[in-house]
């Protein structure tokens, strides 16, 4: 699998409109930035889940087999 292409235009862009700011808002702004990965990393776990129609059931599979069955 090939590594994504960064778009370092975007990059640079960013890197100097944050230049200005102190140590501790660049800190800030990292920890916010990991943060909103990992709730989209979440989300999109769920959502793949979700795909699937699974659902929750306190039958055992045999139990689910022979309703079906029966049905």
Known sequence: MKP???NTTIVD???????????????????????KDELTSHKRKSSFRKAFGAFVSDKSADEIIEDIRNS
Do not use: M, P, V
């Open 4 to 6: 994504a292409k960064r």
């Open 13 to 35: 862009a960013y890197a100097s409109l944050l230049g200005n700011l102190s140590a501790d808002d660049k800190l800030a702004l990292i920890s916010r930035l990991g943060e």
